[in-house]
């Protein structure tokens, strides 16, 4: 009895991932959730499995791979992640859907400490497939800091 239950839960979140990229929002907030579960593998497989990621630190990653690994190296050293996405605009021409925004970052270090806050921009490019949205490239930067300015 217990197998078959399991094995109703695994095909009831195996149905809900398909469904949370059925549209480009869906897909976003299937990517927060990916990250807010520090789930490399999930997050890996919102993409196709050729495309491109830059990420804030300048690292570029290709193929699903490269994202989750470097995505898990990510979440080696942070918990308690929380992303907030502020989308400005996108575009969508027939199965191709583009987005842009600022994100907040609020994580804590792995071994301990306080949290602290990251803030950037993104813009990202998606494409449908077989009624699917998959991210094709993702570029995020972080915000520049603010230098005070000497008036003399």
């Known amino acids: ?7 109703g839960l695994l095909a009831l979140s195996a149905s809900s991932q ?3 990229q059925e549209t480009p929002d869906a897909l976003l907030q299937a990517f927060i959730a990916a990250i807010e579960a520090e789930d490399s593998q999930a997050l890996a497989s919102l993409y196709v499995e050729d495309a ?16 989750a690994a470097d995505w898990q190296g990510f979440f080696d050293a ?9 989308a400005h605009g996108s575009a969508h021409s027939g199965t191709s859907h583009a987005a842009w925004g600022l994100w907040t970052l609020t ?7 306080e949290s602290f806050v990251l803030t950037g921009r993104f813009m990202d490019v998606q494409t449908q497939i077989d009624g699917r949205w998959y991210y094709v490239a993702d570029h995020s ?4 800091v603010a230098v005070a300015m000497d008036q003399d």
């Not at 009895?1 to 094995?7: C, D, G, P, Q, S």
């Not at 491109?52 to 994202?67: M, V």
């Not at 930067?141 to 520049?144: G, K, M, N």
């Open 18 to 20: 398909v469904m949370a």
């Open 1 to 7: 009895m217990i197998r078959y239950l399991t094995a």
């Open 52 to 67: 491109d990621s830059y990420t804030p630190s300048a690292n570029h990653a290709r193929g699903r791979a490269a994202i």
């Open 107 to 113: 994580q804590t270090p792995a071994g301990g400490g």
């Open 141 to 144: 930067s972080a915000s520049p």
């Open 78 to 86: 942070f918990d308690n992640i929380e992303l907030e996405i502020d």
